[in-house]
């Protein structure tokens, strides 16, 4: 399987691949193909998410039951399976975009030291 | 909501069409674009395994891991192959062995029978233990009493055995067994017909018409199953009945018939000793329970109602007989013979199975030992214990599945040879079939040792990988021993039980019985073809005349006629009987002593080989109308008169059964002990009466000094040309009759030393495995001893020592056990005896032996080992 290297391409930190997932399922419901998709254009092609990633995370969001999933037929004319946000699911996108948050905020002040809000102490 | 096989396809096909058809939207072609869409994708199966595993993590993960060691397993043991086919063959013997005799087991003891609701039907019984009768039986009057009074029971069916002289089917007259039945018999049992009817209310009571149905046995092995039997006449002895219908086949229960018949068909059942005596006893009782009423309940009331029974008649019952009614459920009652039997079969199966996993245990764990550095390397490489645990169980599974299915395989052709064998105890075993429970004992037996083996290896410790080269640590080796010390131990077991159940066989055959063996043929010749009655002077002429011909023919010195073949009559005439004799009073409180009644021709005593000790024997001048006489056994008379003489001292019999007047007989002869009940001799209360004075007989016995079998012909010949439908059947010389008599005790002794040549066997090549393992793992340690000095002979002699000393220890453990065993046996069942000092010798010397010579091959190695080669190899 040789793949052409990606240049430019950003590795997806670990962990974040469920929050991008319901993020993207926040506008309506959505099958596995065009949440790849979705994700790839909405990060200007920087970040490109494998299937061997994808499905198995969409699986284990459904099984968690933070998404919900129905068959429909797609633009090719095929079945698909259409995953949806559920109610739990939606407060888990919202406990997670909060955790993220965080998480940039803290590592922006490991990195980037003079940028730390409320210096004036030292 | 947990997605199946399909749906998780669909969903990867419609992702791979939608990737297609956006790639040719942007101008590539079709061939390509389904080309990349799928290299874009990725590896096919994998995502859709990693799918799979979101729902089904823990235990895919588990099975698909444990079914990648087994194939690493059964490759790793293909490598080692003599291990893995000893390892696969033991545990086939154990599985194999356990499999079958369960499959016996279950089909003897816990199998329903045929009959309707066989849940609720009883067999009901008297038991004397104060004369060491199992089984008494009922009388008519008895069975009234207790019909009469008990209400728990719905109905109950009555069963008597007698035999016939049929003539009918068949050219030949035939004495055929026969069970006598009332009209309520068979909706009690609750069988069914496969032909015509069976027979009811109208075929009871002394007015019907006779009637027999045939059992299924008879019709299909006698008659061919021929359908025309129905409606035909047969004779039954004086009496005619009609073929009415065929029973269906079931588990013939009190006794193996050729037909049953009703009532009217036997004089015998009409007159006035069966239906009026208390104490003639000869009929089976059935009931079956009454809707809603539990076994506990009828039993109790069964119980008190025969109290009540017993204390209204007083005289019938005597308080040291200690009369007892039992109740049990029919399937319990037709399967307790074999019962000891079969669970004493499963304890060996049991300590086979026990040896067979030790020994696997052995060689797996000196197969641990071996790849202690694989298992080391997998640690350093991260594998936790769980995991290695899981490599050790994958191989054990490989090993033990396969024992199973070569196990499953084996008890096949077992179960028909333990099935023939519990044959001899319960007619069941003969319908025992194989079936889905050997499968099930398999596997599981199969799972149980394969957990357990994995358990066994020590896993490396951390600072295992220190040094690459074989050791053997003291645990390993201590494991070791302790499973070779179990194989021994467990071997003892079953050794001293083959041998004490040898040795009691050899002292039934070899016990000095008081007849002459040999040279006395017996035979069958029932009267009742003539219908004569007691005492009919045809009878008594065809014996006299039978006798006289018959002692005319070459190579016969003697003839007599008796009532009574040794052991093969065993039972057939009740218990002991009271009597008294004039001179002896019973001490207070003691009751009349007891004596087995038997009647013999004149000449018997010398004909058998029984010296005559006192007085004279029976003459022909003994007749009915002259002086009744008896003749006593030895024990007899010292008994009642140690110091004095019983000749000429009058005895009469004090049971109901002779009546309330009964006639004083006069003592004329003693005779030798002679025990025909058992065949270990025991002590023998017998009173003759001479069969001129009683009329039946029913039993030839022929002395012959050449070759007694050579005679039957001839004697067949004479009897047929003086009563032409007389039967003569059944000849024998009384060591057959001995023989046939011991058969089941030459099985159980046969059976179980098959058990312990079993264990033999796998303990052998447990300890040579043993010794062998540690000789080659110590070929350093040998190669340096020799280097400093050590003679090879002492060497030899150090690990043929340990060979000996690991068996030492099992004989003790074994015996130790075995003796704790048998304590609890002998409290459960009471046939069950210690060994005496030989055969715990014999084994003690058997295995002593056997492990001395697997220590052999091992210690020979030992000392000849090359100091050289020895020292440079690590």
């Not at chain 2, 809603?292 to 039993?299: E, F, I, K, N």
Request: net charge positive; glycine share 10%; aromatic share 6%.
């Amino acid at each position: 399987m040789a793949k052409p290297p990606d240049e430019g391409r950003l590795e997806l930190l670990q962990g974040t691949l469920d929050m991008l997932v319901l993020r993207t399922l926040q506008w309506g419901p959505r099958h596995g193909h065009g949440i790849g998709q979705a994700i790839q254009a909405q990060s200007d092609d920087l970040l490109k998410v494998e299937t061997g990633s994808l499905y198995p995370a969409l699986h284990r969001l459904m099984k968690r039951g933070w998404l919900k999933a129905q068959w429909g037929i797609s633009e090719a004319n095929q079945r698909a399976k259409y995953y949806q946000l559920t109610a739990t699911g939606k407060a888990q996108l919202l406990r997670e975009q909060d955790r993220w948050s965080q998480l940039v905020h803290a590592i922006g002040r490991i990195m980037n030291p003079a940028a730390r809000p409320g210096e004036s102490g030292e | 909501m947990r997605p199946d096989e399909r749906e998780l396809d669909d969903e990867i096909r419609g992702h791979l069409a939608l990737s297609v058809k956006e790639r040719i939207e942007r101008g590539e072609d079709p061939e390509s674009a389904r080309l990349a869409a799928l290299r874009e994708f990725g590896y096919v199966p994998a995502i859709r395994a990693s799918m799979h595993r979101v729902w089904y993590s823990r235990w895919y993960d588990a099975v698909e891991a444990l079914g990648h060691d087994m194939r690493i397993g059964l490759r790793s043991l293909l490598r080692a192959k003599g291990m893995a086919a000893t390892v696969v063959l033991t545990l086939a013997l154990g599985i194999g062995a356990n499999a079958a005799i369960f499959s016996v087991v279950r089909g003897v003891l816990l199998r329903p029978l045929v009959n309707r609701d066989e849940d609720r039907l009883i067999y009901i019984r008297q038991s004397a233990p104060g004369l060491g009768v199992e089984n008494m039986k009922f009388s008519v009057p008895e069975i009234n009493d207790i019909e009469s009074r008990v209400t728990s029971i719905g109905a109950f069916g009555d069963f008597s055995t007698v035999e016939f002289t049929m003539i009918g089917l068949g050219s030949e007259p035939r004495i055929v067994r026969a069970g006598v039945v009332g009209g309520s018999y068979f909706d009690v049992m609750g069988l069914r017909p496969v032909l015509g009817r069976l027979l009811n209310a109208q075929d009871d009571g002394p007015k019907a018409a006779g009637a027999a149905v045939l059992t299924y046995r008879f019709w299909t092995t006698s008659l061919n199953g021929d359908p025309g039997v129905i409606g035909k006449t047969i004779r039954l002895g004086p009496r005619t009945a009609t073929v009415v219908g065929v029973l269906e086949p079931s588990v013939p229960y009190p006794a193996e018939t050729e037909l049953i018949a009703n009532v009217v068909t036997s004089p015998h059942h009409l007159g006035a000793t069966m239906v009026t005596n208390r104490a003639h006893r000869m009929t089976d009782l059935f009931g079956r329970l009454a809707p809603g009423v539990s076994l506990d309940a009828a039993r109790a009331e069964l119980t008190a109602s025969h109290a009540a029974m017993m204390r209204a008649h007083p005289e019938a019952y005597s308080a040291s007989a200690n009369v007892q009614l039992r109740t049990t459920p029919l399937r319990d009652q037709i399967a307790a013979p074999a019962r000891t039997i079969l669970l004493v079969l499963l304890a060996a199966a049991g300590v086979v199975f026990i040896i067979a996993c030790s020994n696997v245990a052995n060689l797996i764990l000196a197969r641990s030992v071996r790849r202690e550095g694989e298992l080391a390397v997998r640690a350093a490489l991260g594998a936790g214990t769980g995991a290695l645990r899981r490599t050790l169980l994958a191989e054990s599974l490989v090993l033990c599945g396969a024992g199973a299915v070569l196990g499953v395989l084996l008890a096949r052709p077992f179960v028909g040879v333990v099935a023939g064998y519990a044959a001899r105890f319960s007619v069941r075993a003969l319908d025992v079939t194989v079936d889905s429970s050997v499968l099930w004992v398999g596997a599981g037996l199969a799972m149980a040792a394969a957990v357990l083996l994995a358990f066994v290896p020590r896993l490396p410790s951390p600072q295992g990988l220190a040094n690459g080269s074989l050791r053997i640590t003291p645990g390993t080796n201590r494991r070791l021993r302790v499973f070779a010390m179990t194989q021994i131990a467990c071997s003892f077991v079953l050794l001293a039980g083959a041998g004490m159940l040898l040795a009691t066989l050899v002292a039934l055959q070899t016990a000095n019985t008081g007849y002459d063996m040999r040279n006395v043929l017996v035979f069958d010749i029932p009267t009742s073809a003539t219908g004569a009655g007691i005492g009919d002077a045809k009878v008594i002429d065809f014996y006299q005349e039978s006798t006289r011909r018959i002692a005319e023919l070459p190579g016969v010195d003697g003839v007599s006629v008796g009532g009574f073949v040794p052991w093969r009559d065993a039972g057939s005439f009740g218990p002991a009987v009271p009597f008294r004799v004039e001179g002896y009073t019973p001490a207070n409180g003691e009751e009349n002593p007891r004596a087995r009644f038997r009647i013999v021709a004149p000449r018997f005593f010398a004909v058998v080989g029984i010296p005559m000790l006192a007085g004279r024997d029976f003459a022909d001048e003994d007749r009915s109308g002259t002086e009744p006489v008896v003749i006593v056994s030895q024990s007899v008379a010292q008994r009642l008169f140690p110091n004095g003489e019983a000749l000429n001292r009058k005895m009469w019999w004090t049971d109901p059964y002779f009546g309330s007047k009964p006639l004083p007989r006069r003592i004329v002869g003693v005779v030798a002990d002679a025990d025909d009940e058992n065949v270990g001799r025991g002590p023998a209360l017998t009173i003759y009466h001479p069969v001129r004075q009683l009329g039946v007989a029913g039993r030839l016995f022929v002395h012959a000094p050449g070759d007694p079998y050579a005679l039957v012909p001839a004697v067949t010949r004479t009897i047929r040309e003086i009563s032409a439908d007389q039967p003569v059947e059944r000849p024998a010389t009384l060591e057959d009759v001995r023989a046939e008599v011991l058969s089941p005790d030459r099985l159980n002794a046969f059976v179980f030393s098959g058990f312990a040549g079993i264990a033999l066997l796998i303990a052998v090549v447990g300890v040579a495995g043993v010794l062998a393992f540690s000789v080659s793992a110590r070929t350093r340690e040998f190669g340096i001893r020799l280097a400093v000095g050590s003679a090879p002979r002492h060497l030899l002699a150090r690990v043929l020592s340990e060979g000996v000393l690991i068996a030492a220890a099992g004989i003790a453990a074994g015996a130790a056990g075995g003796y704790a065993l048998a304590r609890v046996a002998m409290r459960v069942f009471a046939t069950v005896q210690m060994p005496g000092a030989l055969p715990v010798l014999g084994a003690t010397a058997v295995l002593m032996a056997a492990a001395a010579v697997a220590s052999l091959t091992p210690a020979a190695r030992a000392s000849r080992v090359d100091v050289l080669q020895a020292l440079r190899s690590e």
